[in-house]
């Protein structure tokens, strides 16, 4: 069975720093491009950065310089490092992972990060 688990969300003040984590169990982790995304009440889903397998990245032009996303495969986690946090910042964090090149999507059930003074 597979499962993708979030965890790092929380409150935290504007201009703060929280680590989001998202560990996957059931697949062969390391071949899975792994993305995050978030939505905020009353919006549409939005990617927020994306990692392959070989460790490329990618980022929404809203959060580059102030967001990293990296992985270890051997723990079969992703980490999403977000810093300079801002009140539009907030919003339920999902992982998604995608096997590029297979049958495999799956997504987790999200963790809340509200940026707030």
């Known amino acids: 069975q597979v499962q993708l688990v979030e965890s790092g969300g929380g409150l935290v003040q504007p201009g703060g720093s929280l680590r989001l984590s998202c560990a996957a169990s059931?697949?062969?982790?390391?071949?899975?491009?792994v993305t995050w995304y978030r939505q905020a009440p009353g919006k549409q889903r939005e990617l927020v950065a994306s990692i392959t397998g070989g460790g490329r990245s990618n980022f929404a032009d809203s959060v580059k310089g102030r967001i990293t996303i990296s992985r270890d495969n051997a723990k079969n986690t992703v980490y999403l490092q977000m810093n300079s946090l801002k009140p539009e910042d907030t919003a339920v964090y999902y992982c998604?992972?995608?096997?590029?090149?297979?049958?495999?999507?799956?997504w987790g059930q999200g963790t809340q990060v509200t940026v707030s003074s």
């Open positions: 059931g697949i062969i982790f390391s071949i899975y491009v």
């Open positions: 998604n992972a995608r096997n590029p090149i297979g049958a495999g999507d799956y």
